[in-house]
Structure formats: C-alpha cells, structure tokens
C-alpha cells in the first residue's frame, strides 16, 4: 500500500490525514509507504520572521514531524531545482510538470489532495485551490510518459515505463468551511496523540502565524497538553460541519473520478477505522456504480 498525500503548505497534512497514515502504518507495518508532498516554501505564511528564514524554521518543522510520522516527505520543486514559492495562486506548466514526475516516482495506490470548491459562498485558500486543480489537470497525463519532456528530457522517447494512475481522494478543508464532504470517515482516536505530536512540531505556524490570522480558533499555546485541548476542539468543529459525531478525533474523505474509479469493497478493504454510516456508505456506493466502478 502506496498511498502520497500532495497539499500546498507545511502542516496541512497533520490536520488531516495524519491519522488515517498512522492507521494504516499500525496495521501494515512494513507493507505501508506514506509521503508527503508540500508544493510551497511556505515563506510568505509569518508577520515577524524574514521570508527566509521562514522557509528554512518551516522545512525543518515538517521534517522534524515526519521522523516522528514515520513517512517520506518530498518539498516539490520546479524542474530547474527551485522551490515553488507561497502563493502560487497561478497554475503553471511548471507545478504541472513537477507533480506529474513526483506522482510518476512513487507510483501510489492511493492520492489525496485538497478539494475544488463548487459553492460560491465556501471560503477558500487560493494556494489549495491551486494545487487542486493541478492534480485534477495532471490525473489523466500520470500515465502519459512523453507529456512533460521539454521540462524533463530523457535520453530514449522509445523506452518508457508503464504507470499506474491511483485512487485519487480529497481530504477535509479547514479554509472551504460549509462546502466539505465526506464520502467515508476513518476513526482516528487511536492515534490522536501522535497527530498532536506531529502537529506540535510546527510551532511557527500553530503558536505564531494562525494566531496571528485569526481564521482558526487558534491562540498561543503554553505547552502540549493546553495544545491537545485546542485540537481536540477543531476536531469537534470539524465532525459538527460533517455531521459526525463529536468526541472522537475523525478524518474525512471525498472520491473523485480524477484517477481510477475504486469499487466499494476495494476502500472498505483497504482503509482501516473505517466509520459505518448506512445512508453515507449507500450514497458512495451509487456514485461509485454511477461513475462505473466494477
């Protein structure tokens, strides 16, 4: 089981799919690879540090909660070597091509990406909706080994490699408030207190930028256990805009047709704490037989 989670900043994989990869880990052991791909430098996301150095606090912050995640991570770059800059509210060849080879490279089962809001009055964060439609554009081309060679030339167009296209999934969105959906829902409580950890890693964003915000319910934290109080808090906001129940840490995902439509039984095979709903798992496996699922 491959599975690659592609999301625009530092710590947008904590928040929302940081338990779903534990529970996978937990149950697969060896036969599970996660990573991570953060499309941004993350520099522009502070009020008091130099771009620089924010980029280099939160490059270190996102490895510091890997190690600790147990995943590989990967900040993408450009074919030229460089990062892609914060902001990217611009769809370039460039983040196209750069996606296409990481996906290309690890070859997931699995992808999860943020969504494309289609409500007008949802909220949005322009760098998510960026990455979105990216990975939307670049789905069918996964497989296509000649779509990007001016950007990644290769010595022999004869020889190509034959690639999967995966299971393609949207995680929650905290900035699309009253425009997210979940197809299915994975319990998550077992590994609530390693989604703190890796989440408290990144203390230039939770103690310093989103307080500073002000979008996210988040003041400065005195130490972990005052911290655990304020996630458990967003899960609950998070479970009561879905429609779950509250008191137990969730994650939620929607499936697109973006990649290779799944089969019911194949998501219920593979995602372990996975949440029963009758209505909600009726309602997956129509638009499942709708889109042609086997």
């Avoid at 990481?102 to 760098?127: K, M, N, W």
């Avoid at 805009?241 to 095979?269: D, K």
Wanted: charged fraction near 25%; proline fraction near 5%; hydrophobic fraction near 45%.
């Amino acid at each position: 089981m491959k599975v690659l989670h592609v999301h625009a900043h530092f710590d947008d994989f904590e928040f929302v799919a940081a338990g779903t990869f534990e529970r996978w880990r937990r149950q697969l052991g060896a036969d599970f690879a996660g990573k991570i791909v953060v499309c941004t430098d993350g520099r522009s996301g502070h009020h008091f540090r130099s771009r620089e150095e924010t980029a280099r606090v939160r490059l270190a912050e996102q490895a510091a909660s890997a190690e600790l995640g147990g995943y590989a991570f990967e900040l993408l770059r450009k074919p030229n070597g460089q990062p892609f800059e914060e902001a990217c509210r611009v769809l370039t060849t460039d983040l196209l091509a750069a996606l296409w080879k990481s996906i290309r490279e690890f070859e997931p089962d699995y992808l999860i990406c943020p969504p494309l809001p289609t409500d007008p009055q949802a909220g949005v964060h322009p760098d998510h909706i960026t990455v979105a439609e990216a990975v939307r554009r670049v789905a069918y081309m996964i497989n296509v080994p000649h779509a990007f060679l001016t950007e990644y030339p290769v010595a022999d167009e004869s020889q190509s490699r034959w690639v999967k296209t995966p299971v393609i999934l949207h995680a929650y969105d905290g900035y699309m408030a009253g425009a997210n959906t979940a197809d299915l829902v994975v319990d998550v409580e077992e590994a609530f207190d390693l989604i703190a950890a890796e989440s408290w890693c990144h203390q230039s964003q939770i103690n310093e930028w989103l307080p500073w915000v002000a979008r996210h319910h988040i003041e400065p934290t005195a130490d972990f256990a005052a911290w655990k109080q304020k996630l458990r808090a967003r899960f609950d906001r998070q479970a009561r805009e879905l429609g779950l129940p509250a008191g137990r840490a969730s994650e939620a995902f929607a499936v697109t047709a973006w990649g290779i439509v799944p089969t019911m039984a194949q998501l219920r095979r593979d995602f372990p704490g996975w949440v029963e709903d009758a209505a909600r798992d009726e309602r997956l496996r129509a638009k499942l037989a709708r889109w042609g699922a086997e």
